[in-house]
Nanobody
Framework: VQLQASGGGLVQSGGSLRLSCAAR????????VAWFRQAPGKEREGVSC????????YYAESVSGRFTISKDIAKNTVYLQINDLEPEDTAVYYC????????????????????????WGQGTLVTVSS
């Protein structure tokens, strides 16, 4: 099982990026995948999540309206489209998957609890200049 995050870079405030999370060893259609981020000096936080099969999407309040999560089944990849970037979005972005059987993520409790996710990508750095 492997998650490969990519697409980060240096971008000016107001710009856009699309992050990719390519999955190997499992199907993204059958498992919940989330994006987290960790800014310098801060704890890692959940940014967005797309549920298995139903494809319901969830967002942190701080990014709602600017971030869009989606998945391409043919490419077995989950994307995070980030628009109107702000310097506060500077962070390492990680994708993570819940491969538990039965699934661990409890959407009625909190999709953003790190303990639900057992596989993590290596992270991709997003730097936003003002």
């Amino acid at each position: 099982v492997q998650l490969q995050a990519s697409g980060g870079g240096l971008v000016q405030s107001g710009g856009s990026l699309r992050l990719s999370c390519a999955a190997r060893g499992f199907n993204v259609e059958d498992h919940t995948v989330a994006w987290f981020r960790q800014a310098p000096g801060k704890e890692r936080e959940g940014v967005s999540c797309i549920s298995r099969r139903t494809r319901r999407t969830y967002y942190a309040e701080s990014v709602s309206g600017r971030f869009t999560i989606s998945k391409d089944i043919a490419k077995n990849t989950v994307y995070l489209q980030i628009n109107d970037l702000e310097p506060e979005d500077t962070a390492v972005y990680y994708c993570a998957a819940d491969l538990g059987s039965p699934p661990r993520v409890s959407f009625s409790v909190s999709w953003s609890s790190e303990s639900w996710y057992d596989y993590w990508g290596q992270g991709t750095l997003v730097t936003v200049s003002s």
